[in-house]
T-cell receptor, first 110, second 116 residues
Framework: TQLLEQSPQFLSIQEGENLTVYCNSS?????LQWYRQEPGEGPVLLVT?????EVKKLKRLTFQFGDARKDSSLHITAAQPGDTGLYLC??????????FGKGTMLLVSP | KAGVTQTPRYLIKTRGQQVTLSCSPI?????VSWYQQTPGQGLQFLFE???????NKGNFPGRFSGRQFSNSRSEMNVSTLELGDSALYLC???????????????FGQGTRLTVV
């Protein structure tokens, strides 16, 4: 059983569209992190959310941490081809080892 | 400041051989974690080293091992390679000293291992 479930697994959209991807768990996390990975590269940290209900914005990306600290979402406004990549959420329950979801593969076509 | 460096980037090995991968973490980071990434399983945790000691271990067979040196550089070794070991192996460094933000991981570019 995956500790962190991400949905959808794949998303193919046109440039300019909005999208939301989700990261859910039955466990409580002290924080959750979002990474983006491009083909042939390692994941790159985008943001860490710490407080339940927290919303963080990074240009066109909006990250939200659920009130109960069991889930998170990433919303992208007006997606661009440069947003293409694998989006991974990760958490370390009780400050233990960082665990990753399987990711959402996003393809943004011009 | 220099990022995480993994060597080599690409490797082709034959079944039954062994392989050693290297990772140099960000200066000042004492934790190094290793992950195996495959299309079907995603990122799977192998092990974590902190100050030369293995602190956590994932659910992989004993053919997978690692170590960390006093300068925090880490190596992982896979013996008796199998076809299913073909994957992208990623190393991540972090401060690792506890606390929420100290789990943030900084990844290398990975080593693409192909077993034939």
């Amino acid at each position: 059983t995956q500790l962190l479930e991400q949905s959808p697994q794949f998303l193919s959209i046109q440039e300019g569209e909005n999208l939301t991807v989700y990261c859910n768990s039955s466990s409580v996390f002290s924080s959750l992190q979002w990474y983006r990975q491009e083909p042939g590269e390692g994941p790159v940290l985008l943001v860490t959310v710490v407080t339940g209900g927290e919303v963080k914005k990074l240009k066109r990306l909006t990250f939200q941490f659920g009130d109960a600290r069991k889930d998170s979402s990433l919303h992208i406004t007006a997606a661009q081809p440069g947003d293409t990549g694998l989006y991974l959420c990760a958490g370390a329950p009780g400050y233990s080892t960082l665990t990753f979801g399987k990711g959402t593969m996003l393809l943004v076509s011009p | 400041k220099a990022g995480v460096t993994q060597t080599p980037r690409y490797l082709i090995k034959t079944r039954g051989q062994q392989v050693t991968l290297s990772c140099s973490p960000i200066s000042g980071h004492r934790s190094v974690s290793w992950y195996q990434q495959t299309p079907g399983q995603g990122l799977q945790f192998l092990f974590e080293y902190f100050s030369e000691t293995q602190r956590n271990k994932g659910n992989f067979p004993g053919r997978f091992s690692g170590r960390q040196f006093s300068n925090s550089r880490s190596e992982m070794n896979v013996s008796t390679l199998e076809l299913g070991d073909s994957a992208l192996y990623l190393c991540a460094s972090s401060l690792g000293t506890g606390g929420t933000l100290n789990t943030e991981a900084f990844f290398g570019q990975g080593t693409r291992l192909t077993v034939v």
